[in-house]
């Protein structure tokens, strides 16, 4: 009898512990926000290559419009941040990439049909399109596509992005060269290495405003109109509400205004 006791006892305790157990929150199954509020700190995803949104200095110190963004939402999160590294050709494997690189991405990224079938993107915050950089003395030159689709012009984008992409689908005659550090092409345009850089709206200023051999003579008339956005994986649903309400408020209550202000944007 003694012995029949113990051992109803014993499964009672067993079925007890797997019981509470299984009642444990899992940490594989908690909304995406609350697995960044418990870590502590919030995974940024980063090119670190495009001025002035997302650049990433010598000295291992990030800055940018997107910097601060990323900054703000922590900050709404109530965690630290920390910038992962991410390059344009390995973007979307590192988007997708399990265990996960980083929570979410930003580097001006263009929202994209493309994109939005295989990953999820926040609301635009920031008007973008394709324009041009070339030297001062041949911005007369090139004042459209048919002017920089000729197979004289060499025209310089980097590897894995937008860019390229445009560049092959829209100048089948012009000589194309992919070089592979971004931030180094409009220097390299305006020492002669190209005639021409594939770039964005959102980037052109800052190298005309810092470099005066360099002008972007299509900046008011780019040959595409696009937003930018956050990037991250599907599945994060209440993160990506909480981004797309912070975003909202900023276009609400003017942060976001005073923050283009700061870094010459529109």
């Not at 014993?10 to 019981?19: E, S």
Request: proline share 5%; aromatic share 8%; glycine share 8%.
């Amino acid at each position: 009898m003694k012995k029949n006791l113990t051992r109803l006892l014993a499964i009672i305790l067993v079925c007890c512990t797997m019981f509470f157990t299984s009642c444990k929150p899992n940490k594989e199954i908690l909304p995406t926000v609350q697995r960044i509020q418990e870590r502590g700190v919030l995974l940024v995803g980063t090119t670190g290559d495009y001025r002035p949104l997302s650049y990433l200095e010598a000295d291992s110190t990030y800055w940018g419009f997107e910097i601060d963004m990323a900054k703000e939402m922590a900050r709404r999160l109530g965690v630290g941040v920390e910038f992962v590294p991410t390059s344009w050709p390995t973007l979307t494997g590192d988007v997708l990439a399990d265990p996960q690189a980083f929570d979410l991405a930003v580097s001006g990224i263009t929202i994209t049909e493309e994109r939005l079938r295989i990953m999820a993107m926040s609301e635009g915050y920031l008007d973008n399109g394709k324009t041009i950089l070339c030297r001062v003395e041949d911005s007369a030159k090139f004042q459209s596509l048919e002017d920089i689709d000729k197979p004289e012009v060499r025209v310089m984008v980097n590897p894995g992005g937008l860019n390229e992409k445009f560049a092959h689908d829209y100048l089948t005659h012009a000589t194309i060269i992919v070089h592979p550090n971004n931030e180094e092409i409009p220097g390299l345009v305006a020492q002669g290495g190209a005639d021409v850089m594939i770039t964005e709206i959102t980037e052109a200023p800052w190298y005309v405003q810092n470099d005066p051999c360099l002008a972007a003579p299509l900046l008011t008339t780019p040959f595409t109109h696009s937003e930018i956005g956050v990037l991250m994986r599907k599945g994060q649903d209440d993160l990506l509400r909480f981004i797309n309400e912070m975003i909202r408020q900023m276009k609400t209550d003017g942060t976001l205004g005073l923050l283009k202000g700061k870094y010459g944007l529109r």
